[in-house]
Nanobody, 130 residues
Framework: GQVVESGGGLVQAGGSLRLACVAS????????ITWFRQAPGKEREGIAC????????YYAKLVAGRFTISRDNVKNTIFLQMNNLKPEDTGVYYC????????????????????????WGQGTQVTVST
């Protein structure tokens, strides 16, 4: 499979950005497509996930209420609408696809850890200035 992200950029605190992720090249629809964020010197963390099979969404607490993940099945694209951005949202945003079905075997509600994901994009930089 191939994953391509786009939409990053520089924005002032309080502003908005919309990221896009196109996942293609796989004969099997992933069970989870997730946006991850990686700040300098930190691990990649899952922030928003969507199950393309049923449309259910999951969010990390630090972005709930500010970020919205959605899908356009016709364009095979997953979007991340980010509102009220904060400087701590700065980082490289990656899109990953997970082929294992829900629920995760480790007892968690959604696939928030990056270690199980099968395919990744190259990432898109988001910088939020004060």
């Amino acid at each position: 499979g191939q994953v391509v992200e786009s939409g990053g950029g520089l924005v002032q605190a309080g502003g908005s950005l919309r990221l896009a992720c196109v996942a293609s090249g796989s004969a099997v629809t992933p069970y989870a497509i997730t946006w991850f964020r990686q700040a300098p010197g930190k691990e990649r963390e899952g922030i928003a996930c969507i199950n393309p099979h049923d449309g259910l969404t999951y969010y990390a607490k630090l972005v709930a209420g500010r970020f919205t993940i959605s899908r356009d099945n016709v364009k095979n694209t997953i979007f991340l609408q980010m509102n009220n951005l904060k400087p701590e949202d700065t980082g490289v945003y990656y899109c990953g696809t997970e082929m294992a079905p829900f629920p995760p075997k480790d007892g968690t509600v959604w696939y928030a850890s990056s270690y199980t994901y099968d395919y990744w994009g190259q990432g898109t930089q988001v910088t939020v200035s004060t």
